[in-house]
DNA sequence: ACCGCAAAAGTGAACGTTCAATTGAACGTT
DNA sequence: AACGTTCAATTGAACGTTCACTTTTGCGGT
């Protein structure tokens, strides 16, 4: 019984047109009288037929269909990025196909090996476990594709903040609290954005002539960034002596966790021990005490890239390629001088 | 330059074979010579060829594409269920294509024409804006797919816990503990979810009989189960009198929210108001005091969505539409005796 | 009337792959 | 030596579109 799908063929023998005709129609493209086309548009609706996007795709060599490389869409950040990709992809005719890496140098490498099949037309990359590998292979198949968090030596385009400002800035606000032992929970270690925060705290203390310098490095990927390591990160931070009046993690999810850690240890926050995060993710607002942190404008972020991945999907090199957007400290209750 | 994508024909004429030889070798099926298999697998490597998922999508009439159709990818427990459903899918050759519905009915039927023109084999829906239309399309349209977190009146396979159970559960929960005055922050009022977690609590009021009942619907479907509805929710229900000992809310993120409200009006968790949550979101264990909530098995309910799908899609019928996975209580720091 | 030209519609091929049918060769059996 | 059987490989068509051309139609100007 199933009625098969109909095709082009059945809407032009029902309209009395050719296929051709239909397919004007369907596409606006040619000149088609009102008459026919309302003949035809009334074939396409008695079948309800839709275009085949698997043919189109086949004759046009396009897909419209956007890859999205994503480290680990269950950290907050990230699932904020899809949405945002997702959202503008979808306004401008295109899908997504989600790739999600999962933070496995395994999985990257076989998502990356899975685009360039070619089922994609771009790639929007959220970070990357092995970013020469990455970089390498996308030059080598030419893959047209826009980064994330992730900055390229060659000519991928890539949209981030300033992270060493933005480090500078969350460290320089507790420095001007007062704060003289300041330590840091970085990010995994390989990570650009890690460096570049880790770099803009050493410069703040460097420029303030503040010697206490106090860095946790989180090695292993899969652990990087979320609750669980900067639980890990703080409780090695409070067994050292003396130890910091302030932290700056490198994310809130991290901070979160070190909030954890903190309370555990029967201290309070901010009376005790100052914490600082980086991204501004919901949740942040919503801590107790809400945390102080950078935020990071994720959604233009995201439409930024897509709309770059657009144009260099429209034949058009990109002009600039690294594009720097804006971040901006927030101030809430995780700060506070520090105690004498 | 650019040297364009070789074609199978370009890896046959090198290997000196008919392009059908190429294919029987590309995907295993008939019978090759392992000499003139080699001298193809050679070219294909010379060649750095790979077959064309669109031109094979077109003869084969399928996609191996997978459609996850989301209510909010943002929201903690979409997303871990969207690495699982992705890792499902990969693990079994299928690609995940993103439909993000953002909590809203337009974007949900747009998703929903989208996959009806025929991109993907089979969908995967999280939840749903509006479950009558959407149900009635997938009926229409024959889409084969599978719910999550959305029963279907009819023959679409389900995955769920049994939330009136564990609605239950959570509330007795806090029966045990002497609580008398026991709260309910509701989640969207149309879903089923919501439904049935209120349903539990309902009935472990009755069973024990507590007359208290006060529940907080929330309505707008874009706030709800996040932190700024359950802080809102709170914030209403701390204005009763008399005020609850403590509050069961239909999500993690609501009950993160609650604590917001609960710490702001001076009150301490669990001492004066204790706190359930349920999913059990990784926030959850390093919230101010760790939540006590309702674990669920986001990963088992993908993978077991995932895996119907797939018998779906390989022309079985279910067997059995209503899959039923076991949550668990999971007692953390946020619940205590009742005060006196 | 005739020509020219634009608008409207049609035709056949092509995109890269797989399917169904077929050929050719190799080999053992009677 | 003829025959059937299996294995190895080939051939041509088909999947549903769109592209590049061609044909037909209609219409105004000289």
Same mark, same amino acid.
């Given at each position: 019984?199933?009625?098969?799908?109909?095709?082009?063929?059945? @809407?032009?023998?029902?309209?009395?047109?050719? @296929?051709?005709?239909?397919?004007?129609?369907?596409?606006?493209?040619?000149?088609?009288?009102?008459?026919?086309?309302?003949?035809?548009?009334?074939?396409?609706?008695?079948?309800? $037929?839709?275009?085949?996007?698997?043919?189109?795709?086949?004759?046009?060599?396009?897909?419209?269909?956007?890859?999205?490389?994503?480290?680990?869409?269950?950290?907050?950040?990230?699932?904020?990025?899809?949405?945002? @990709?997702?959202?503008?992809?979808?306004?401008?005719? $295109?899908?997504?196909?989600?790739?999600?890496?999962?933070?496995?140098?395994?999985?990257?490498?076989?998502?990356? +090996?899975?685009?360039?099949?070619?089922?994609?037309?771009?790639?929007?990359?959220?970070?990357?476990?092995?970013?020469?590998?990455?970089?390498?292979?996308?030059?080598?198949?030419?893959?047209?594709? &826009?980064?994330?968090?992730?900055?390229?030596? %060659?000519?991928?385009?890539?949209?981030?903040?300033?992270? &060493?400002?933005?480090?500078?800035?969350?460290?320089?606000?507790?420095?001007?609290?007062?704060?003289?032992?300041?330590a840091h929970i970085s990010g995994s270690?390989?990570?650009?954005?890690?460096?570049?925060?880790? +770099?803009?705290?050493?410069?703040?203390?460097?420029?303030?002539?503040?010697? $206490?310098e106090r860095v946790v490095y989180l090695?292993?990927?899969?652990?990087?960034?979320?609750?669980?390591?900067?639980?890990?990160?703080?409780?090695?931070l409070l067994e050292g002596d003396p130890?910091?009046?302030?932290?700056?993690?490198?994310?809130?999810?991290?901070?979160?966790? !070190?909030?954890? !850690?903190?309370?555990?240890?029967?201290?309070?926050?901010?009376?005790?021990?100052?914490?600082?995060? %980086?991204?501004?993710?919901?949740?942040?607002?919503?801590?107790?005490?809400?945390?102080?942190?950078?935020?990071?404008? %994720?959604?233009?972020?995201?439409?930024?890239?897509?709309?770059?991945?657009?144009?260099?999907?429209?034949?058009?090199? !990109?002009?600039?390629?690294?594009?720097?957007?804006?971040?901006?400290?927030?101030?809430?209750?995780?700060?506070?001088?520090?105690?004498?």
């Amino acid at each position: 019984m199933a009625a098969k799908t109909p095709t082009m063929k059945d @809407v032009a023998r029902l309209a009395g047109v050719s @296929v051709q005709t239909v397919s004007c129609v369907v596409n606006g493209t040619g000149s088609i009288s009102t008459r026919t086309r309302q003949r035809v548009l009334r074939a396409i609706d008695e079948l309800n $037929y839709r275009p085949d996007p698997i043919a189109r795709s086949m004759r046009t060599r396009q897909t419209r269909l956007i890859g999205l490389l994503v480290l680990d869409i269950t950290n907050p950040v990230h699932s904020v990025i899809a949405e945002a @990709v997702e959202s503008a992809a979808h306004a401008n005719g $295109y899908k997504v196909i989600l790739y999600n890496v999962s933070n496995s140098p395994e999985r990257e490498r076989e998502s990356l +090996e899975a685009v360039a099949e070619g089922l994609v037309d771009g790639l929007v990359i959220v970070n990357s476990v092995d970013r020469e590998r990455t970089l390498r292979f996308l030059a080598e198949e030419e893959i047209l594709s &826009v980064l994330i968090d992730c900055q390229s030596d %060659f000519s991928v385009p890539t949209v981030m903040v300033d992270n &060493v400002r933005a480090g500078y800035v969350a460290t320089e606000h507790l420095i001007r609290l007062g704060h003289r032992r300041i330590a840091h929970i970085s990010g995994s270690a390989p990570m650009i954005i890690s460096q570049q925060r880790l +770099e803009g705290y050493r410069r703040a203390l460097a420029d303030h002539g503040l010697t $206490y310098e106090r860095v946790v490095y989180l090695m292993k990927a899969s652990w990087d960034w979320d609750f669980a390591s900067g639980y890990r990160a703080m409780r090695e931070l409070l067994e050292g002596d003396p130890r910091p009046t302030a932290v700056f993690a490198a994310s809130d999810q991290m901070a979160i966790g !070190a909030y954890r !850690a903190i309370v555990e240890a029967g201290l309070r926050i901010p009376q005790d021990i100052s914490v600082v995060g %980086f991204d501004d993710i919901e949740a942040a607002a919503y801590a107790t005490p809400p945390l102080t942190t950078i935020r990071q404008p %994720f959604t233009d972020m995201a439409a930024s890239a897509v709309a770059t991945l657009l144009r260099l999907m429209d034949g058009q090199r !990109a002009e600039e390629t690294l594009h720097i957007l804006p971040f901006e400290l927030v101030v809430r209750g995780s700060t506070a001088e520090a105690p004498q």
